[in-house]
């Protein structure tokens, strides 16, 4: 794999786990709203940094191999 496809699925990878995050964080905050009690904002914060690391290391491992298709 040449160094400017590297560049290509790392920047894709990171794309793909912000939106993830966001999407998580969005939901949280929102299940939150409804029942204020559920969860801290610790609670929140910690999981989308988990949410973010993991789906990160998923799409590194994912969008290799859908950009040699």
């Given amino acids: 794999m040449d160094k400017k496809n590297e560049n ?3 920047i ?3 794309a793909s786990s912000m939106i993830t995050t966001a999407l998580f964080a969005g939901v949280a905050i929102f299940v939150n709203n ?3 009690g559920k969860f801290t904002d610790v609670d929140i914060v910690a ?3 988990f949410v ?3 789906s990160f ?5 994912i969008w ?4 040699d298709r």
């Fill in 8 to 10: 290509k699925t790392r």
């Fill in 12 to 14: 894709l990878a990171l």
């Fill in 34 to 36: 409804e029942n204020p």
């Fill in 47 to 49: 999981g989308s940094v």
């Fill in 52 to 54: 973010f690391l993991i």
């Fill in 57 to 61: 290391i998923i799409f590194l491992l």
């Fill in 64 to 67: 290799p191999i859908l950009s």
